[in-house]
Antibody
Framework: QVQLVESGGGVVQPGGSLRLSCAAS????????MHWVRQAPGKGLEWVTI????????YYTDSVRGRFTISRDNSENTVFLQMNRLRAEDTAVYYC?????????????WGQGTLVTVSS | DIVMTQFPESLAVSLGERATINCKSS????????????LTWYQQKPGQPPKLLIS???TRESGVPDRFIGSGSGTDFTLTISSLQAEDVAAYYC?????????FGQGTKVEI
């Protein structure tokens, strides 16, 4: 059974940085795109970013472009989200999710999420 | 960006009755090259991550009960729960997987 385990969430001040990790197991990580999707408290789902299976393609939602960076280490089966210049509106549970293909645009499997709180 | 409009925001259905959730995209998400609708449905129970229910507008994922039925094409889509069970209480989201930025509907909360 596919496993995705996020870590790295916490409380950070506005303008600060955090790095999220998502450790993947039970599938061939290097064959699949990976996403980050977030959910603000009590709100709906918002896609954040995707990285292709080989790391060559990355796309971002407008609100995070230039502040967040997605990367992956296929030798360690891990995807990362570096979040800089954090704002209050970035407060959310961040889920990593696996796409269905090397550049798949939907979310076959989800982790349990990690909470990021941006507050002074 | 493709805007996904989902309605109603919430609905209450009796056990065994039908629940219908609608989702409308601001652009056609039917591909002419492969005749597939780039629309997925997710279920999210309280305190849990979302779960993929239906891909390509109407293809149920493995293990999803057949009371969950996806339909529609082009810009108008529907998720029907044909006979609501207690375990179906959840929020349901549609999502277009046609082009980035990937976008979700606002969600529909289904209650008994």
């Amino acid at each position: 059974q596919v496993q995705l385990v996020e870590s790295g969430g916490g409380v950070v001040q506005p303008g600060g940085s955090l790095r999220l990790s998502c450790a993947a197991s039970k599938f061939t990580f290097s064959n699949y795109a990976m996403h980050w999707v977030r959910q603000a408290p009590g709100k709906g789902l918002e896609w954040v970013t995707i990285i292709s299976s080989d790391g060559s393609k990355k796309y971002y939602t407008d609100s995070v472009r230039g502040r967040f960076t997605i990367s992956r280490d296929n030798s360690e089966n891990t995807v990362f989200l570096q979040m800089n210049r954090l704002r209050a509106e970035d407060t959310a549970v961040y889920y990593c999710a696996r796409g269905p293909a090397p550049m798949g645009y939907y979310f076959e499997y989800w982790g349990q999420g990690t909470l990021v709180t941006v507050s002074s | 960006d493709i805007v996904m409009t989902q309605f109603p925001e919430s609905l209450a259905v009796s056990l065994g009755e039908r629940a219908t959730i609608n989702c409308k995209s601001s652009q056609n998400i039917l591909s002419s090259s492969n005749n597939k609708n780039y629309l997925t449905w997710y279920q999210q129970k309280p305190g849990q991550p979302p779960k993929l229910l239906i891909s390509w507008a109407s293809t149920r994922e493995s293990g999803v009960p057949d009371r969950f039925i996806g339909s529609g094409s082009g810009t108008d889509f529907t998720l029907t729960i044909s006979s609501l069970q207690a375990e179906d209480v959840a929020a349901y989201y549609c999502q277009q997987c046609y082009t980035a930025p990937l976008t979700f509907g606002q969600g529909t909360k289904v209650e008994i």
